[in-house]
């Protein structure tokens, strides 16, 4: 069938089989030896590129029970397939939330794993995988093997932002954070340019969340004018999970309405908001964790030729002035999305291919047009000259070379497949291109 | 707090439905082959907030077994409100054409079973006078067509079997619910294309409770294949036959 990531494109022609019980998933790893098949695990699909896509894929997302809970410590073990959703909606009213949550909450817990997914608390609390006590994992030599920081540590620094390249993970243990309230208070931030949106996240650093959306179009005085957004979970209120969403994107919708939609909500708040700092606003977690969540497959609001996000980090030791340039190189393009995202990462883990690192980074959409791949070869150049690096997850079209120059722990995330036997079992799209084989 | 016993309660759609039981508090007995997956799902469900939720091992079509189940299972739970009866298997209407011992497999899973098991809670409920039977049928016993009739046959066979059961246990405060799912995205039909007509299990779950909320007789879920099958059933027989469905 065709399959695709978030970002339709590309679409691949793959054989998927849903998993949906651990010894389905044994038996179906012993057949695909004996047949010769590359497998490539797949969650929600919430990758924008070809992460997930491959000839044979195993779905996970039916794979999605709750094993065990620890009301008092707030671990929780989960089969792999779980969904962040799922996780919300059960332990909400009990008083707990994700330690790290993507900007949806259609990602499952294997997902998490592979892409060792941020959120907007990275700069204080890290990532996702850090969160992750251990997991079972069944791999190329046929085996499931429990790992964690402590027991098998190259497989679990391989596994975490690994893309699913080790292997099939299986379940999880993962710590939630409590909560006292599932209203977050978020407070909004005019800066008029980059230089003052950095000075802004060093000033809020102690914010629990922050994030900012930057003007991507425009240049020169006010390039990097942005709206900041910092957010806190209340103290007090109701742990009240939030209703689903109603908006269904039809099937065929033309691409520039994206751009008005996110042009005008910015506007509303940068223009019509006339004080530079708004006091505090009580808010659902839902709206601010996961607004496009309520407008569902939004991503065919791109249209038929499907669309790339670019994601890209910048070390803080490279200087804020090598952000400027690529976003300069961006408005200049007149290609990229309107709007962008851009936080802070605070330092980052020790895993192989893990993407965030201390500095900055920056996320946007180029709809899929002529130029598009050209253009972010260019930008690759920029980030890779100062140091930084592209996400894999939501990559579609990053060439081998340099992948390799962006994460030089490559070799040593080979080696480790090596050890487990991942080599021609494990692979996807994506891991091909790159030259993971 | 409704007490329910969940007979097949390895397949998607049961364990779907289970789910929505059990985010209600109600208390749950788990019976099916794969004991081991029963247990993983029990664990879930009680995390989810289930009262209770007991695994019970039972083969269908082990019919001498089908009492003493479903009296451990009214002792686990202390009573049965509602029993649901979910387990099938999609005949391979080909090889049952070739060997008609394999027919006769198909209906024993797909028919007698069902109408064994709900003898046996039939007469249960009709004496502690409340209670609702819930049986999952399907669109493909409103016809019959050649692509699978053998299933087809079983799943009408329960039918008229539950249509008789509601009339006779009507005046004793017994509701008989029939569910006639049309396309569901599960392992039962993994090898098929799948287009806009398939539903999702969570969404046949939620119709399914919805039903049993409102003590409904028959729904076909979603419901848009109510629609589908009165025009199925309006094709006149001599066009049918060359339909080839
Ligand atoms: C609207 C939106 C906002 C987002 N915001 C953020 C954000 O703020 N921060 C961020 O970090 N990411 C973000 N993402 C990206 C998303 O969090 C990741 O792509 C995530 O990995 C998707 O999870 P999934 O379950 O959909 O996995 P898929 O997309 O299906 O797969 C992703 C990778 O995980 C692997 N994988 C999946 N399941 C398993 C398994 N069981 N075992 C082994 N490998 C497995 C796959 O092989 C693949 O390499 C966002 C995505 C969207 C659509
Ligand atoms: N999927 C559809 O499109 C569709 C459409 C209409 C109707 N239905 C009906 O919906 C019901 C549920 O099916 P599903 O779609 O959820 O498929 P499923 O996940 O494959 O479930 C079928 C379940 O039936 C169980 N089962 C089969 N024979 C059994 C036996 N002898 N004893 C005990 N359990 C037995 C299986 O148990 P094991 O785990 O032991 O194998 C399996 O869990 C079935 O009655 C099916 O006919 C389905």
Redesign the pocket.
């Known amino acids: 069938m065709n399959l695709h990531g978030w970002g339709r494109y590309p679409i691949v022609d793959a054989q998927v089989t849903q998993v949906q019980r651990e010894a389905s998933a044994l038996q179906l790893l012993e057949n695909a030896q004996s047949k010769q098949q590359v497998l490539t695990p797949r969650g929600l699909g919430r990758s924008y590129g070809d992460s997930s896509l491959g000839d044979h894929v195993i779905d996970f997302s039916l794979q999605n029970r709750l094993i065990n809970f620890n009301q008092e410590s707030g671990l929780l073990e989960c089969e792999a397939g779980t969904s962040l959703r799922d996780i919300l909606n059960v332990f909400i009213p009990k008083g707990w939330f994700l330690p790290v949550t993507p900007g949806t909450q259609f990602v499952t817990v294997g997902g998490a794993i592979a892409s060792d997914v941020h959120g907007k608390n990275h700069h204080l609390d890290g990532s996702f995988s850090q969160y992750i006590e251990s997991f079972r994992i069944l791999t190329g030599t046929n085996e499931v093997l429990e790992c964690s920081a402590d027991q098998r540590p190259d497989l679990f620094r391989a596994t975490c932002g690994g893309m699913g390249l080790t292997g099939l993970i299986l379940t999880a243990k993962l710590r939630l954070r409590p909560i006292k309230s599932s209203d977050i208070l978020c407070r909004s931030i005019r800066a008029e340019n980059l230089e003052q949106l950095i000075a802004l996240f060093d000033e809020h650093v102690d914010s629990p969340y922050s994030v900012a959306w930057i003007d991507c179009l425009k240049g020169g005085a006010h390039l990097g004018r942005s709206i900041l957004m910092l957010g806190e979970h209340a103290e007090d209120g109701p742990l009240q999970v939030a209703g689903d969403a109603g908006l269904t994107i039809p099937k065929l919708f033309p691409g520039e309405l994206l751009n008005h939609t996110t042009i005008s909500a910015f506007n509303t708040l940068y223009y019509h908001r006339s004080p530079k700092t708004m006091a505090a606003q009580r808010m659902s977690y839902r709206p601010y964790f996961y607004p496009l969540d309520s407008l569902n497959d939004w991503n065919r609001m791109y249209g038929r030729k499907g669309f790339v996000q670019y994601q890209f980090m910048i070390p803080k030791t490279s200087g804020a002035n090598s952000m400027r340039k690529i976003i300069e190189a961006i408005a200049a393009s007149g290609k990229g999305s309107f709007l962008a995202v851009l936080k802070t990462f605070g330092p980052g883990n020790n895993n192989d291919l893990s993407f965030p690192g201390e500095g900055w980074t920056l996320a946007l959409d180029f709809r899929f047009d002529d130029g598009v791949l050209e253009l972010l070869d260019r930008l690759d150049e920029m980030v890779l000259d100062v140091g930084g690096r592209v996400y894999l997850t939501k990559d579609a079209r990053l060439k081998a070379q340099s992948f390799r120059r962006a994460y030089p722990n490559w070799e040593k995330f080979e080696a480790t497949r090596a050890r487990y036997g991942a080599h021609g079992r494990f692979a996807s799209a994506q891991s091909l291109r790159l030259g993971l084989l | 707090m409704k007490r329910i016993l969940i ?8 364990e779907a439905t289970a789910r929505v039981f059990a985010a209600r508090g109600d208390a749950l007995v788990l019976a ?3 004991t081991q ?1 029963l247990s993983r799902i029990a664990d879930d469900l009680k995390i989810r907030g289930a009262a209770q939720a007991n695994t019970l091992e ?4 082990d019919f001498a077994k089908h009492e003493s189940a479903i009296q451990q299972a009214t002792d686990h739970l202390g009573g049965l409100d509602i029993a649901l009866i ?5 005949s391979n209407q080909s090889d049952c054409e070739k060997d008609f011992s394999l027919a006769l497999k198909e209906l024993n ?2 028919a007698i ?1 069902v109408m064994s098991l709900l003898t046996v809670l039939a007469n249960r409920m009709q004496a502690q006078k409340s209670g609702q039977l819930a049986v ?5 016993g409103d016809r019959g067509r050649p692509s699978n009739y053998v ?1 087809g046959t079983a ?1 009408a066979a329960v039918a008229t079997f539950c249509e008789g059961l509601r009339a006779r246990l009507y005046s004793h405060n017994v509701n008989v619910l029939l569910i ?10 993994a090898a098929f294309k799948k287009g806009p007509l398939w539903a999702k ?1 969570d969404l046949i779950a939620k119709l399914i409770v919805r039903a049993l909320d409102r003590r409904a007789a028959i729904i076909y879920t979603p419901s848009f294949w109510a629609l589908i099958m009165l025009i199925i059933r309006s094709i006149p027989r001599p066009i049918f036959v060359r339909l080839k469905l």
Do not use: C
């Open positions: 007979i097949g309660a390895t397949s998607a759609i049961a099916g082959r794969d997956q039972l083969d269908a079509n979910a387990h099938g298997t999609l899973s797909n079973s999952i049928g399907s669109v493909a299933y799943k006639k799912p049309g396309f569901v995205d599960t392992p039962m039909t299990p």
